[in-house]
């Protein structure tokens, strides 16, 4: 069952027309959130990611759009399919039908869908470059807009190639993200991710573990411009996001990677979260 601007009803009668603008222009934003008994994962900060992502977009937040409104509205959506375990919950937000490159209205309407998640991490999990396109390091890149097709091409790449997953990189030839999150470098007793002006998706868990690792006694984190010949020099690499919470990589290219300290930082989070 599908959440349609508040209404529960089938897949099937969802009419998305021609003119639909998240469809003819990528002309939406969507947030992905796992919910873990009823309890939605770092709600406020899905919100207000959401809320931000709609401003920078100029689209027109409905007056009763609130966190409790946004709230209620997945939660209901998670009970209408009766998952009662841990729920991956897709969010779109998207600006309604007509208009060409100029939309006729900044009025909005959204789809709420849910399904059962079962998480596992991967070992091993391998990793390589994707450089037939790159990100362009400006704010547009740090929000999730639907415009995902380097994403899809990526992943394309990565089937072909036996690859878990790939890193993206920027117009300046920097580490920017992975196909599906943020990804961190460890070395020795410290950490580097790309800074968000590298054009990297503005991640809740990246948020949240970049939070955790400043208050550590035993880790310290930069957000910094990375080379791609600094990959190879880590002594650990973890990638995140929202679902997975933190996935090791166990091989770049050649090298093979422990992930003893990415562990330790899995469960470091559990705690925390």
Do not use: W
């Not at 900044?106 to 709420?112: C, L, P, Q, S």
């Not at 991490?121 to 547009?140: E, G, M, R, S």
């Not at 996001?241 to 300290?261: A, C, D, L, R």
């Amino acid at each position: 069952m599908i959440n349609f601007n508040g209404a529960i009803c089938a897949s099937s009668e969802i009419l998305i027309t021609k003119d639909n603008r998240a469809f003819r222009y990528g002309d939406a934003v969507f947030e992905t959130l796992k919910v873990i008994d009823s309890n939605i994962q770092f709600l406020e900060d899905h919100y207000f990611r959401l809320m931000a992502s709609m401003h920078l977009l100029r689209m027109e937040v409905p007056m009763d759009f609130n966190l409790e409104f946004f709230e209620n509205e997945i939660k209901k959506t998670i009970k209408a399919n009766n998952i009662d375990k841990i729920a991956r919950v897709r969010l779109t937000v998207y600006r309604k039908d007509g208009g060409f490159f100029s939309p006729l209205t900044n009025d909005i309407d959204f789809i709420i869908e849910a399904v059962p998640l079962k998480i596992n991490i991967t070992v091993p999990y391998v990793l390589d470059l994707y450089k037939d396109f790159y990100i362009q390091a400006n704010l547009l890149s740090t929000i999730k807009t639907t415009n995902r097709i380097i994403n899809v091409l990526g992943s394309v790449f990565a089937s072909e190639n036996g690859f878990d997953n790939c890193i993206l990189l920027n117009h300046h030839k920097h580490v920017a993200e992975v196909l599906n999150g943020n990804i961190f470098l460890i070395k020795k007793n410290h950490i580097i991710t790309p800074a968000l002006e590298e054009g990297c998706i503005n991640g809740i868990y990246r948020k949240k573990i970049i939070e955790s690792i400043t208050e550590s006694d035993v880790f310290t984190i930069e957000e910094t411009q990375i080379s791609p010949f600094e990959i190879q020099k880590a002594d650990e690499i973890f990638i995140t996001n929202t679902i997975q919470g933190i996935q090791p990589v166990t091989q770049y290219k050649k090298k093979k990677f422990s992930n003893e300290t990415s562990l330790a930082l899995k469960e470091l989070m559990k705690e925390v979260f």
